[in-house]
């Protein structure tokens, strides 16, 4: 069994993202160890307006427990109802639960990068305690999460990067079959208004937190099961999955309306362009960007502080249709 062990850590060392990793360990540890019951629990962060007696609005921050990173339709929960995963998210560290009426035992293993925790591993093992081989292999395991996250993480705002973007893309364009239900998704481009302006005037330091605050802005406002990227620059896209087209809009002007009326420091104000598209299967990501790209260059040249949409524009003749070549080219 400890052979077994070591041998799929080696076989993990080939993985390069964040999914399949989790994925080949559940799969692993399910076959290795019989009744082992294992979920990752992603964390999201959310806004909750609330008043106090004087009616000063408070911006309150809400800790969401999203259970299952695997499950697609997943049923959010404020995380301080799961006493367990509270106390490791809080402890930052390994705890430990002993279940004698049901002959088990239960770790939560705090899964983060920077800092900041993204993840809690819950493993619910029979018997009375884990074997210290798989303590150890579960050690190794976290180490080499915070390796690939980094390798996927803008550094700055600690977003998705350029490389898991074309992994996800390649992914929606090699597995089509995974779209099933869904309504629709859309590829969103964003672009900061004017932000050379702002490293001009106010030096590159202030520059990044407006960064960094403009990340985190998108990364609370977008739904736990949208995925968002900095691809460069004052540049950000996003994926909005299995929405109406009216939910799409909706979302864009949300996010749009919030950075206009968030107070970034020195700068103050800021206003944000965009262009998203609706995404057609089989996938061909570089048209898309393409798409989403002429709408956004649309909304710069009209006034700025808009999302538009990309068939929008060329029904209503504003914009002409984008040519769609087969290019043999990398995305960036």
């Known amino acids: 069994m400890e052979s077994q062990l070591w041998s799929t850590l080696v076989f993990l060392t ?4 964040e999914r399949d990793l989790f994925s080949e360990t559940h799969t692993a540890l399910g076959k290795i160890f019989p009744g082992i019951e294992l979920t990752y629990n992603k964390i999201h962060v959310r806004r909750k307006n609330t008043h106090k007696k004087d ?6 921050r809400v800790l969401i427990l999203i259970s299952d990173y695997f499950d697609e339709k997943p049923n959010p929960k404020p995380l301080s109802g799961d006493q367990f995963l509270n106390k490791c998210f809080h402890e930052n560290k390994v705890i430990k639960q002993d279940l004698p009426d049901k002959n088990k035992v239960m770790y939560a293993l705090p899964l983060g990068y920077e800092k900041e925790i ?36 803008d ?3 600690g977003m ?40 001009d005037n106010f030096g590159h330091m202030i520059g990044d937190e407006v960064l960094i605050l403009f990340s985190r802005v998108i990364r609370e406002k977008i739904r736990t099961v949208d995925i968002a990227f900095r691809t460069g620059g004052e540049e950000f ?16 002007e949300r996010l749009r309306s919030t950075i206009e009326n968030t107070v970034f420091p020195q700068v103050h104000k800021l206003t944000l362009s965009g262009g998203f598209t609706k995404l057609e299967y089989p996938l061909d990501t570089y048209y898309a960007l393409k798409k989403a790209d002429a709408a956004l260059y649309y909304a710069k040249d009209h006034g700025r502080n808009q999302v538009c ?24």
């Not at 080939?14 to 993202?17: A, K, L, S, T, Y």
């Not at 896209?237 to 864009?252: G, H, K, Q, R």
């Open 160 to 199: 998705y990067n350029r490389r898991a973007f074309n992994r996800v893309m390649s992914t929606l364009e090699i597995h089509p079959h995974t779209i099933h239900e869904r309504k629709s998704d859309y590829l969103v481009i964003i672009d900061i208004d004017f932000f050379k302006a702002v490293n």
């Open 309 to 332: 949409c990309y068939e929008d524009l060329v029904k209503t003749k504003k914009i002409p249709p984008v040519a769609h070549f087969k290019e043999s080219i990398d995305v960036w």
């Open 55 to 60: 009616n000063i609005e408070l911006n309150k």
């Open 14 to 17: 080939r993985v390069d993202n």
């Open 155 to 157: 550094f700055l705002t």
């Open 237 to 252: 896209v996003f994926v909005l999955f299995d929405l109406s087209f009216e939910n799409a809009v909706i979302a864009c």
């Open 118 to 153: 993204q993840f809690l591993l819950k493993i619910t093992f029979p018997g009375f305690e884990a074997p210290p081989y798989l303590l150890s292999f579960l050690d190794i395991f976290i180490n080499y999460y915070k390796v690939i996250r980094s390798n996927e993480r």
